[in-house]
């Protein structure tokens, strides 16, 4: 799922009868023991009464599934498959994180000429854009933040979809670390937080737009770090100026002195 960076580290062991056991692994360096919920469970999908064994097929949306033999199926596939403009492939969420699937489907699907969607989660794909947009892919690493940060913005961020990077959340925290959640809900995130915005739905770039705002009309703009490492910067900074904390306040409901605050 969302683990990213960090995937748990686990002990399996088969027992003469063929079971598996699975317990967390104390000696990874990243996870050191630690399993969530999912990873625990995640022996049982193996012979599970509802794992499928073999292909279903059904005509029609409304249809029953009905058990197919592989060697018909797979003629019926490799005849739709010759027509590739009329076919599409959508992977599933567990076969991008593995790492190996997600680089075999896209050589398949090219290899034919199919069309293939990125099923990036739209959090990662949005953000990543954005990042690479500005050159940066990555800014900086959790183990950074955990010794280095002095305010954290967990910006639409669930702390539950990410637990391995809980405990350098929690470590920055101890250090004296400011922790502030951005989001429209109270997320089990708001629990760590010092400070929580909760703003309107589908109004983040407004406030990061007042924010950048305020960072501009105040002088707290990084000059060196601009002049070296950016571009457009000028007709960036006379863009906001319509986005003031008075407007965002309006579009995001969160009160204009807390934006101002906030940028600071
Ligand atoms: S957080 Fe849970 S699902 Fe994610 S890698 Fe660790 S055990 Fe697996």
Same mark, same amino acid.
């Given at each position: ?68 033999? %592989?060697? !018909?199926? =797979? ?14 492939? %959508? ?11 997600? !680089?075999? &489907? ?24 954005? &990042? ?26 669930? $702390? ?9 959340? =929690? ?8 922790? $502030? ?29 007042? =924010?950048?705002?305020?960072? $501009?009309?105040?002088?707290? $703009? ?22 003031? !904390? ?19």
């Amino acid at each position: 799922m969302n683990c990213h960076p960090t995937y748990c580290g686990m002990t399996a062991t088969v027992t003469d009868a063929g079971e598996i056991h699975l317990s967390p692994n104390r000696n990874h360096p990243e996870s050191k023991g630690f399993l969530c919920q999912r990873g625990h469970s995640v022996h049982e999908i193996i012979d599970h009464s509802a794992r499928l064994l073999r292909p279903l097929q059904r005509n029609d949306r409304k249809g029953e599934w009905q058990p197919r033999n %592989w060697d !018909p199926l =797979m003629d019926d596939l490799a005849k739709r498959l010759a027509r590739p403009e009329r076919v599409a492939i %959508w992977m599933g969420h567990g076969a991008v994180v593995s790492d190996l699937n997600r !680089p075999l &489907l896209f050589h398949f699907a090219h290899t034919l000429g199919i069309t293939v969607w990125d099923p990036a989660v739209v959090c990662w794909a949005a953000g990543a854009f954005g &990042l690479a947009a500005t050159g940066i892919v990555e800014t900086n690493t959790k183990e950074d933040m955990a010794q280095h940060a002095e305010c954290i913005l967990l910006w639409g961020w669930n $702390v539950v979809s990410q637990p391995t990077t809980g405990p350098y959340l =929690m470590e920055a925290k101890k250090r004296g670390a400011t922790l $502030v959640a951005i989001d429209c809900r109270q997320s089990e995130t708001a629990k760590i937080a010092d400070e929580v915005l909760l703003i309107h739905p589908d109004t983040d770039a407004a406030l990061a737009l007042a =924010m950048a705002h305020v960072l $501009v009309r105040d002088g707290y $703009v990084n000059r060196d770090f601009v002049e070296h490492w950016t571009t457009g910067y000028e007709e960036f900074a006379q863009s906001l100026h319509e986005y003031s !904390p008075a407007w965002a306040a309006q579009v995001t409901g969160v009160p204009e002195p807390r934006i101002v605050e906030l940028a600071r």
